[in-house]
């Protein structure tokens, strides 16, 4: 990966190491440095959606998937409201990082054609 992405991503982060919980600690390497699967059940708040922005920045950096127009990443959340805002964070931070976020809502045609046009 080229150095300036390793240090966009790093600087996505670095405000926010306060939010940390013990749980991120304990699952950061896998996350981030394997390709092992990962089921993570946490309480509210403790760090379960920034554990997923970990898995979804070691998928933008693999190399090996880095000409992949294909690549595709799901995050699934229980309610529309929290979707909405975790859209809208990301999109904001990884913009920066020239990755594109979408909102599927159920529509199936409406969530195909996105899918179509968004392209990593």
């Given at each position: 990966?080229?150095f300036?992405?390793k240090?966009?991503i790093?600087?996505?982060?670095?405000?926010r190491?306060?939010?940390?919980?013990?749980?991120l600690?304990?699952?950061?390497?896998?996350?981030?440095?394997?390709?092992d699967?990962?089921f993570l059940?946490?309480?509210?708040?403790?760090?379960?959606?920034?554990?997923?922005?970990f898995a979804?920045?070691?998928?933008f950096?693999?190399?090996?998937?880095k000409?992949?127009s294909?690549?595709?990443?799901?995050?699934?959340?229980?309610?529309?409201?929290?979707?909405e805002?975790?859209?809208?964070?990301?999109?904001?931070?990884?913009a920066?990082?020239?990755?594109?976020?979408?909102?599927?809502?159920?529509?199936?045609?409406?969530?195909?054609?996105?899918i179509?046009?968004v392209n990593?």
């Open positions: 990966m080229e300036k992405l240090v966009k790093k600087l996505l982060f670095f405000f190491l306060d939010l940390f919980e013990f749980c600690f304990l699952v950061f390497n896998t996350l981030y440095n394997t390709d699967n990962v059940g946490a309480s509210i708040g403790s760090g379960k959606t920034i554990c997923a922005e979804i920045l070691r998928l950096s693999n190399e090996k998937l000409d992949n294909e690549l595709k990443c799901v995050y699934v959340t229980p309610k529309e409201e929290l979707a805002i975790v859209r809208q964070d990301w999109n904001r931070r990884f920066r990082i020239e990755r594109k976020v979408v909102m599927l809502t159920g529509e199936t045609a409406t969530d195909l054609r996105l179509a046009k990593f």
